[in-house]
């Protein structure tokens, strides 16, 4: 069975770092890019970055609302996704889902599944 | 960057209704169009990936259609658990981008 499990959220003060992890299970990981997404609460999904695979030199994508403050990486032998955050600001607060992209013949890809999610708060 | 517009933004309906979801993109993505549920609390799920392909284990009555812009994702026959909100997503250009979702309510 695919497991993602997210952790390390929690209640940051505006400016603060975090750093949140995306333990996997059940598929290569290796083989698989590996997204960030976030919801508000009470809102809709917002894509936060990706991270490709080796062949693809791990590259990095990123929201502009997040680019120069967010950094995804990802560790192969551990199975795991990281996303650190640095310069939080309030409007970051959100539940973090992590999610495998399924990448199919043609280029058609796809997030699934996902994590269930950790939620960060940035308040003072 | 690829807009995504999802109508309409909230929708009431009947058990055993037709309801039909539409999503729009702000220029031409192919298929390259993904449809996702996300019950309240709960993590989102592949419903219909490539516009039109049905996730395994998802029922039949789920369809996905559309191409180049314009996509629909249609429930027939609406039961009790497909009450939930509803996001298209764009796979043809990073950044990936989501509809502001459509909630399907119990009318």
């Known amino acids: 069975e695919v497991q993602l499990v997210e952790s390390g959220g929690g209640l940051v003060q505006p400016g603060g770092s975090l750093k949140l992890s995306c333990a996997t299970s059940?598929?290569?990981?290796?083989?698989?890019?590996m997204h960030w997404v976030r919801q508000a609460s009470g809102k809709g999904l917002e894509w936060v970055g990706r991270i490709r695979t080796k062949p693809d030199s791990y590259a990095t994508d990123y929201a502009a609302s997040v680019k120069g403050r967010f950094t995804i990486s990802r560790d192969d032998s551990k199975n795991t996704a990281f996303l650190e955050m640095n310069s939080l600001k309030i409007e970051d607060t959100a539940v973090y889902y992590c999610?495998?992209?399924?990448?199919?013949?043609?280029?058609?890809?796809?997030?699934?599944?996902w994590g269930q999610g950790t939620l960060v708060t940035v308040s003072s | 960057d690829i807009q995504m517009t999802q109508s309409p933004s909230s929708l009431s309906a009947s058990v055993g209704d037709r309801v039909t979801i539409t999503c729009r993109a702000s220029q031409s993505i192919s298929t390259y169009l993904n449809w996702y549920q996300q019950k309240p609390g709960k993590v989102p799920k592949l419903l219909v990936y490539?516009?039109?392909s049905l996730q395994s284990g998802v029922p039949s009555r789920f369809s996905g259609s559309g191409s180049g812009t314009d996509f629909t994702l249609t429930i027939n026959s609406l039961q009790p658990e497909d009450f939930a909100t509803y996001y298209c997503?764009?796979?043809?250009?990073?950044?990936?981008?989501f509809g502001q979702g459509t909630k399907l309510e119990i009318k």
């Open positions: 999610s495998r992209l399924i990448s199919a013949h043609g280029g058609y890809n796809w997030f699934d599944p």
């Open positions: 059940g598929f290569t990981f290796s083989g698989s890019a």
């Open positions: 490539s516009a039109s």
């Open positions: 997503q764009q796979s043809y250009s990073i950044p990936c981008s």
